[in-house]
């Protein structure tokens, strides 16, 4: 079955940039979308298609993937983006959505 | 308002059954792919089970396969999770979430999820 590995924490201090990545064997023949998920909430998709962003989504929010790995990026992190983020791929083969385990992203 | 909302979840006894609803409301139902998506305690997203607009394509995950069956009810604005033979590793916050568009394979619309506990 198709995996998607993320590590399962990132830190990163107020204003600087964070950067999360997602591998999967030849990721970048796939499309990736990323989702943040704050603590008892629900997840909000923050990145589709490798790079778009969905309306209400903030510009400092980007992606990126290639090769095997798949990269959200984000510029002039706030402590209020400090939650888990989830990679996720359709896998064409097998008819399944795959997610990544998860990364803690902590500001501090 | 644009929404989904999931019900029907509860506490279950190993190798019950349960039926999971989601209302969908503020958009063209019928027109969306939907999927269901759970979250174990303290765990990550896991995919289950999705189903085209029409009801008439769908596909599981390997852990829910034989025992899990989503249906949708496009005159109800309604999608289901039939769940059989639960196990313990099936208690988790579930959530049905819509397709961002079709064949998209992403989800732009969320529930607030229901808690499925099995536990003798």
Redesign the interface.
């Known amino acids: 079955s198709y995996e998607l590995t993320q590590p399962p924490s990132v830190s990163v201090s107020p204003g600087q940039t964070a950067s999360i990545t997602c591998s999967g064997d030849k990721l970048g023949s796939k499309f990736a979308s990323w989702y943040h998920q704050r603590p008892g909430q629900s997840p909000v998709l923050v990145i589709y298609q490798d790079n778009r962003r969905p309306s209400g989504i903030p510009e400092r929010f980007s992606g990126s993937n290639s090769g095997n790995t798949a990269t959200l990026t984000i510029r002039g992190t706030q402590t209020l983006d400090e939650a888990d983020y989830y990679c996720q791929a359709w896998d064409s083969d097998t008819a399944h959505v795959v997610f990544g385990g998860g990364t803690k992203l902590t500001v501090l | 308002e644009v929404q989904l909302e999931e019900s029907g979840g509860g506490l279950v006894q190993p190798g019950g059954s349960l039926r999971l609803s989601c209302a969908a409301s503020g958009f063209p139902f019928s027109s969306y792919e939907m999927?269901w998506?759970r979250q174990g305690p303290g765990k990550?997203?896991?995919?289950i089970s999705?189903i085209s607009s029409g009801g008439d394509a769908t596909?599981y995950?390997?852990s829910v396969k034989g025992r899990f069956t989503i249906s949708r009810d496009n005159a109800e604005k309604s999608l289901y999770l039939q769940m059989h033979s639960l196990r313990a590793e099936d208690t988790a916050v579930y959530?049905c979430?819509r397709d961002?568009h079709a064949g998209?394979?992403?989800?732009?619309l969320?529930?607030?999820?229901t808690l499925v506990t099995v536990s003798s």
Do not use: H, P
């Open positions: 999927t998506v990550g997203l896991e995919w999705y596909y995950a390997d959530y979430a961002f998209a394979m992403y989800f732009d969320w529930g607030r999820g």
